[in-house]
């Protein structure tokens, strides 16, 4: 059996900067800001960094995520 471990490259200088798609602002007014690290061969799966200022945003999606939090608080 063969593993393969993939590298994320560091966040480039440029994040985007426009809010998700289908994401809505319901509390204060956050914003938001990511950078895209990694995406797989056929375009499943989507790797980066996010981050955003205090708020609330409501968003619904049938698709599985991921998040390792390093700092604030996430209800998901």
Same mark, same amino acid.
């Given at each position: 059996m063969s593993i393969t471990v993939f590298r994320f490259p560091a %966040?480039? %200088? +440029? %994040?985007? $900067? $426009?809010?998700?798609?289908? #994401?809505?602002?319901? +509390?204060?007014?956050? $914003?938001?800001? !990511? #950078?895209?690290q990694h995406t797989s061969l056929d375009g499943t799966v989507i790797s980066g960094t996010w981050e955003a200022t205090k708020g609330t945003w409501h968003?619904? !999606?049938?698709? !599985?995520e991921f998040v390792h939090l390093i700092q604030g608080r996430i209800t998901i």
């Open positions: %966040p480039g %200088p +440029e %994040p985007l $900067t $426009t809010d998700l798609d289908g #994401w809505v602002k319901v +509390e204060g007014n956050p $914003t938001m800001r !990511y #950078w895209i968003a619904s !999606y049938q698709f !599985y």
